[in-house]
């Protein structure tokens, strides 16, 4: 399958550059009959829109989807569901000075050695622009999840060494940052700006916490929940790490502290903690479905910085243009959209899982 695709009963197929005509997406597989309108993707891409804040690219984007297919009458098909996003605000000549250095902590190099051509305007493909297509596509798969009682709580949980205390699902939409934790997006922003004023730039970590999930949802072996999270939370750029549940700190736990022990209540099996992240065996098991994402420092700085030509000569870059200080605050919804890819994808698949859900479906009762 071509690197651009993502899902196999739904997928998702990325495409467009950074600063070419537009980018965009195409979903296949969308169940008919979710009502969509533009306005509901425009939502999450207004989320991850530049120029909203200090600590984003001051690039002047409208991002305005244009729904191009699959959409009848504010329901959708069953047919390939296609949007696009026009770019309207490239400063192509601001990476005249890149076309043949590679830029430190960038796919320059990589990509020239992939395919013996690259496009250094933005990083072409492997700009962050991409994420366009997917939060189009995530957008659509969350109007289905919530519909089904599934919603996600996605957020920035530290900045560098800043990280949250408290957790106030009101706060994330009152801060640049979407942090739950007032004190600490007020200590994260003083630090932002400090590495601006250094010319330098800081990494984070996001959460999300999806509730409402239902047991038994993710593929065993190789298409396990937990597992297609983590590859499509690293295909995002500048992630770095991923953590399902307690993540690293389970390492240090003895197995009496790490199981989740299970009790009825109401007739329900539920767990009295949640050291998992909502996932056993690769499949969910009812509670709350957790990771985190860690992402690094954006790569693009204004300091000098020691590189190499494509010709082999060893020469020094200072970086100019528009660049985010910090990638973390835009990449919340591309966090939370790329879980809902997942999740829709896997209940696609999983209603075949059982001959009762085909009989519902297939066999008439007289």
Same mark, same amino acid.
């Given at each position: 399958?071509?690197?651009? /695709?993502?899902?196999?009963?739904?997928?998702?197929?990325?495409?467009?550059?950074?600063?070419?005509?537009? #980018?965009?997406?195409?979903?296949?597989?969308?169940?008919? *009959?979710?009502?969509?309108?533009?306005?509901?993707?425009?939502?999450?891409?207004?989320?991850?829109?530049?120029?909203?804040?200090?600590?984003?690219?001051?690039?002047?984007?409208?991002?305005?989807?244009?729904?191009?297919?699959?959409?009848?009458?504010?329901?959708?098909?069953?047919?390939?569901?296609?949007?696009?996003?026009?770019?309207?605000?490239?400063?192509?000549?601001?990476?005249?000075?890149?076309?043949?250095?590679?830029?430190?902590?960038?796919?320059?190099?990589?990509?020239?050695?992939?395919?013996?051509?690259?496009?250094?305007?933005?990083?072409?493909?492997?700009?962050?622009?991409?994420?366009?297509?997917?939060?189009? @596509?995530?957008?659509?798969?969350?109007?289905?999840?919530?519909?089904?009682?599934?919603?996600?709580?996605?957020?920035?949980?530290? #900045?560098?060494?800043?990280?949250?205390?408290?957790?106030?699902?009101?706060?994330?939409?009152?801060?640049?940052?979407?942090?739950?934790?007032?004190?600490?997006?007020?200590?994260?922003?003083?630090?932002?700006?400090?590495?601006?004023?250094?010319?330098?730039?800081?990494?984070?970590?996001?959460?999300?916490?999806?509730?409402?999930?239902?047991?038994?949802?993710?593929?065993?072996?190789?298409?396990?929940?937990?597992?297609?999270?983590?590859?499509?939370?690293?295909?995002?750029?500048?992630?770095? *790490?991923?953590?399902?549940?307690?993540?690293?700190?389970?390492?240090?736990?003895?197995?009496?502290?790490?199981?989740?022990?299970?009790?009825?209540?109401?007739?329900? #099996?539920?767990?009295?903690?949640?050291?998992?992240?909502?996932?056993?065996?690769?499949?969910?098991?009812?509670?709350?479905?957790?990771?985190?994402?860690?992402?690094?420092?954006?790569?693009?700085?204004?300091?000098?910085?020691?590189?190499?030509?494509?010709?082999?000569?060893?020469?020094?870059?200072?970086?100019?243009?528009?660049?985010?200080?910090?990638?973390?605050?835009?990449?919340?919804?591309?966090?939370?959209?790329? @879980?809902?890819?997942?999740?829709?994808?896997?209940?696609?698949?999983?209603?075949?899982?059982?001959?009762?859900?085909?009989?519902?479906?297939?066999?008439? /009762?007289?």
């Amino acid at each position: 399958m071509a690197g651009s /695709v993502f899902g196999t009963n739904l997928t998702i197929s990325t495409w467009g550059e950074s600063h070419g005509a537009g #980018v965009g997406v195409v979903i296949d597989g969308v169940p008919a *009959g979710i009502p969509l309108l533009s306005e509901d993707i425009q939502k999450f891409l207004d989320r991850r829109r530049p120029g909203q804040s200090a600590f984003t690219t001051p690039r002047k984007e409208s991002d305005m989807v244009e729904i191009l297919s699959g959409v009848y009458e504010g329901l959708t098909t069953g047919c390939p569901v296609s949007m696009m996003i026009r770019n309207a605000d490239q400063h192509s000549k601001d990476y005249g000075a890149l076309e043949h250095v590679y830029r430190p902590g960038h796919a320059d190099y990589t990509y020239a050695m992939k395919y013996g051509i690259r496009d250094h305007r933005g990083g072409g493909r492997s700009s962050g622009r991409e994420t366009i297509g997917r939060v189009s @596509a995530g957008a659509l798969c969350w109007k289905a999840l919530n519909y089904m009682g599934i919603f996600a709580q996605t957020f920035t949980r530290s #900045v560098a060494d800043v990280e949250i205390s408290e957790f106030k699902p009101d706060e994330i939409s009152r801060n640049p940052l979407y942090m739950p934790d007032q004190k600490a997006a007020e200590k994260a922003s003083k630090l932002i700006k400090e590495a601006m004023k250094e010319g330098d730039s800081l990494g984070g970590v996001v959460e999300c916490r999806i509730s409402g999930v239902p047991a038994g949802i993710g593929e065993p072996a190789f298409q396990k929940l937990d597992a297609l999270l983590a590859q499509a939370m690293l295909s995002i750029g500048a992630a770095k *790490g991923f953590e399902m549940g307690d993540g690293f700190l389970a390492s240090r736990l003895k197995g009496s502290e790490n199981n989740d022990s299970f009790r009825m209540e109401n007739e329900n #099996v539920v767990k009295t903690t949640n050291h998992s992240g909502g996932v056993l065996g690769g499949i969910s098991d009812g509670s709350e479905v957790c990771f985190k994402v860690a992402f690094k420092p954006t790569p693009s700085i204004s300091k000098p910085q020691e590189t190499v030509t494509d010709a082999g000569e060893d020469t020094t870059i200072t970086i100019a243009g528009r660049h985010d200080p910090i990638i973390v605050p835009r990449a919340v919804v591309v966090v939370e959209s790329m @879980a809902g890819i997942v999740l829709l994808d896997l209940m696609c698949r999983g209603a075949g899982s059982r001959l009762e859900n085909l009989e519902k479906i297939y066999v008439s /009762v007289d």
